[in-house]
């Protein structure tokens, strides 16, 4: 019984390892991006987040599902002892990557040009052409990392991932210096302004391969001491009959497609947005800089997706865990996880949000030099997408899991539609310019999350009407309490501002904005607990919490 407890809810635990590697990720990405966006200004941020946005949507188109649906058709097979069938799996997998990977690479390569036409940024063409020999790599590494979820070992996903960042920091920032004043020379000879950017966005380009190498080679050395280790059950399948090749490569597509669909709609948005922007814009015959405000809708990216790397690491374990108790029919087991692993997710996102609301202004003056007056506005006007985009990636993660891969798909699409009307309407009569992006974005988001939670609601019934009140109060006590942590904030922020770091400087901005930090996690700690939205009985379901049940309700 305890064994079986402990396999149950160490999911979540998973998750959270991937969820500390996920922000810690973003972390080593904010304080990088930072330095690197003063070296290559704001315009070059503008080019390296086009590039990377057209990069991301290759990344789905390639490599993208092989963790989720590795990690999914592993764990069935080791559930049921097809030691051998997994080894088959691996193998087969390995070389659709390297076609997979091969293909898409050539594509970006070659098709440089014809993109950077399309985004109306000619000199986009180097930061692709940097990027694209990323995409053959990541094919292997998502391979690795599927293998070792897919047995429920969420390590070395997150310690390769973390090597991956450190690298990809370091290297950014030598190559986005060294570029950016090669650029400079370009800039003479052509007469133009745009080549230090684009050079320097291109620097940036080359550290995320360096990264996604870095990586490889971690997962790599893992991987040969795994087989070692399992090298005398790899040729017992258990008296199941073998799957041929064919079957293998049936169950892979017919795994992989609908998550690639699914996912490419999902992450299509921002690469729609950039064309829609660009072209509306330049249609209009706009006298903003488009480069300069995509550069700065990059870094509210930046700024937005620390939190929602939560949903993301979390989704990760999910997929594999739901599909073993689907599989064994524990219905229990199966609402018990998409309760939590939603609590879970809205537990650190909500505040979120509410922080970002509330310290817009020195969290942007803090981390940015250029443009941070339309910078606050935007991420006060875009904080709430942090909650929409983690609800809408955690459920995914649940549909996925349950097996129900066409109905993200479906609500994608629709999503995506609506997303592209509203935006027209945002930015051709309303003339809204970035803020037309951030609230398009917003109710992308926003309408995935409602169609996605609707249908597990058909399918994960909470049988018990308590059950079902109380869970629906938790929310309510969590917004409460976030609500109040913002209030105390907001006028924490304000007497600090006005009686006591008068002076403006910097390091005052530094020292408030840390201050006013730790108060809200300690404010917003303090609420959950003496409202009861964190009890004593989550503890064996949310990770580490069980450490302090000492000081938690019944």
Not at 4 to 17: A, C, N, P, T, V
Not at 21 to 41: H, K, N, T
Not at 398 to 404: F, K, R, Y
Not at 498 to 510: L, Q
Request: proline share 2%; aromatic share 14%; charged share 10%.
């Amino acid at each position: 019984m305890e064994q079986r407890d402990y396999r149950k809810h160490k999911f979540l635990m998973q998750g959270s390892i991937l969820a500390i590697a996920g922000i810690l990720v973003r972390l080593i990405g904010l304080f990088y991006r930072i330095p690197m966006i003063s070296i290559i200004g704001t315009k070059g941020s503008g080019y390296y987040t086009s590039a990377y946005s057209v990069y991301s949507l290759f990344l789905i188109l390639s490599s993208y599902s092989f963790p989720a649906a590795i990690s999914k058709i592993i764990s069935e097979r080791l559930a049921e002892g097809r030691f051998t069938d997994v080894k088959n799996v691996i193998k087969y997998a390995f070389i659709l990557a390297f076609v997979v990977g091969l293909i898409m690479f050539s594509i970006m390569y070659f098709g440089a040009d014809i993109i950077s036409i399309f985004h109306r940024k000619r000199l986009l063409r180097f930061a692709l052409r940097a990027l694209a020999p990323t995409l053959f790599i990541m094919s292997f590494l998502g391979i690795f990392r599927g293998v070792f979820q897919g047995m429920g070992n969420m390590i070395p996903t997150a310690i390769s991932q973390i090597f991956e960042q450190i690298a990809n920091a370091i290297s950014s920032l030598v190559f986005a210096y060294i570029l950016f004043n090669r650029g400079r020379i370009a800039n003479l000879i052509y007469d133009s302004e745009e080549y230090a950017y684009a050079f320097g966005a291109r620097g940036g380009a080359i550290g995320t391969g360096i990264g996604a190498f870095t990586a490889l080679v971690i997962l790599f050395f893992m991987f040969l001491s795994l087989l070692s280790k399992y090298k005398k059950f790899l040729n017992n399948n258990n008296n199941y009959p073998l799957e041929t090749q064919g079957i293998i490569y049936r169950v892979l597509f017919t795994t992989m497609i609908p998550i690639i669909l699914s996912s490419t709609i999902y992450n299509l948005t921002t690469v729609v947005d950039d064309l829609i922007f660009s072209n509306v814009l330049s249609f209009m015959k706009s006298e903003l800089n488009i480069v300069v405000l995509w550069g700065v809708f990059g870094n509210y990216h930046l700024l937005f997706n620390i939190p929602v790397a939560v949903a993301s690491s979390l989704t990760s374990s999910i997929i594999p865990s739901i599909s073993i108790s689907v599989a064994q029919n524990d219905v229990r087991e199966v609402v018990l996880k998409v309760k939590y692993s939603i609590k879970y997710t809205m537990l650190i996102v909500i505040p979120s949000f509410v922080g970002l609301f509330i310290l817009a202004d020195p969290i942007c003056r803090v981390l940015f030099k250029e443009h941070l007056d339309i910078l606050i506005n935007v991420l006060r006007a875009g904080s709430i997408a942090v909650v929409c985009f983690s609800f809408a990636t955690v459920t995914n993660g649940i549909l996925h899991g349950l097996g129900l891969y066409n109905i993200p798909l479906k609500h994608a699409f629709v999503a995506l539609i609506i997303h592209i009307f509203a935006c027209l309407i945002l930015l051709i009569p309303l003339k809204l310019n970035i803020y037309g992006i951030v609230i398009g974005m917003i109710i992308f988001a926003l309408v995935l999350s409602i169609l996605n939670q609707r249908y597990i609601n058909k399918i994960v019934r909470y049988k018990n009407s308590s059950f079902q009140r109380r869970y629906i109060l938790t929310y309510i006590l969590m917004l409460l309490s976030a609500g109040i942590m913002g209030i105390s904030v907001y006028f924490l922020n304000k007497i600090l501002l006005n009686n006591i770091f008068v002076s403006g400087t910097y390091i005052s901005m530094v020292i408030r904005l840390i201050i006013c930090i730790l108060v809200a996690f300690f404010v917003y700690v303090f609420f959950i607990i003496m409202l009861g939205v964190v009890r004593k009985r989550d503890a064996q379901y949310i990770p580490f919490i069980s450490k302090f049940s000492f000081i938690l309700r019944g």
